[in-house]
């Protein structure tokens, strides 16, 4: 049981745009703590992908994007492309655990 | 190019001890925390804990303290994750990360990954 809840799944079409839920907690994303994304492709590792306030490493695309709601966080892809499909996890740090936290992981697939 | 990479695949026996490496390049090495996080069979990813290869000092998550042991040679620039006695359920991809500065921290790089198989 991860202590980020994120969907199992979720799909869409070349070209629409989807969203990533990471839903929280008051001791972490509540307490106003970061959320940041990795992309995940099979058989490799995670590789960072929004950090920060809705911040892109080089070389991401500006079709990602990060934001904060409350307790919870969301990764907004747009413009869907057939080589975004990949697991993509949440992650940021909770206080009461003192622990640096992941979500459980989405796989996006692109139909 | 900052960069971590860790050793090779590991086949072990229940009870086996082992020690995993993960060697830093490109940048200073003593100056960043470095992190370890498991990913089980079809399973998310799992922080297990932290070293800071300037002074040894170490943080492990509550899940995973007197399971394993980080540690690190910083002549070689290499941190390591250590079992004295290997389970089943360990079966596992090990990977290190470095730790960004400050706070509200994210891990980045990330070494390309270990697995260990641990079966009998």
């Known amino acids: 049981q991860s202590v980020l809840t994120q969907p199992p799944s979720v799909s869409g079409a070349p070209g629409q745009r989807v969203t990533i839920s990471c839903t929280g907690s008051?001791?972490?994303?509540?307490?106003?703590?970061?959320v940041h994304w990795y992309q995940q492709f099979p058989g490799t590792a995670p590789k960072l992908l929004i950090y920060?306030?809705?911040k892109r490493p080089s070389g991401v695309p500006d079709r990602f994007s990060g934001s904060n709601s409350g307790a919870s966080g969301s990764l907004v892809i747009t413009g869907l492309q057939a080589e975004d499909e990949a697991d993509y996890h949440c992650?940021?740090?909770?206080?009461?655990?003192?622990?640096?936290?992941f979500g459980g992981g989405t796989k996006l697939t692109v139909l | 190019e900052v960069q971590l990479v860790q050793s090779g695949a590991e086949v072990k026996k229940p009870g086996e001890s082992l020690k995993i490496s993960c060697k830093g390049s490109?940048?200073?090495?003593?100056?960043?925390?470095i992190g370890w996080v498991r990913q089980m069979p079809g399973k998310g990813l799992e922080w297990m804990g932290i070293?800071?290869?300037?002074?040894?000092?170490?943080t492990y998550s509550p899940s995973f303290e007197g399971q394993v042991t980080l540690s690190v040679d910083k002549s070689i620039t290499t941190a390591y994750l250590q079992w004295s006695s290997l389970k089943a359920s360990d079966t596992a991809i090990y990977y290190c990360?470095?730790?960004?500065?400050?706070?509200?921290?994210?891990?980045?790089?990330w070494g390309q990954g270990t697995q260990v198989t641990v079966s009998s």
């Open positions: 992650q940021s740090y909770d206080r009461r655990l003192r622990s640096w936290v």
């Open positions: 990360a470095r730790l960004s500065p400050g706070s509200n921290n994210w891990f980045d790089p």
């Open positions: 070293i800071y290869p300037g002074d040894s000092d170490t």
């Open positions: 920060g306030k809705n």
């Open positions: 490109g940048y200073t090495f003593t100056s960043y925390w």
């Open positions: 008051n001791s972490n994303i509540g307490a106003d703590y970061d």
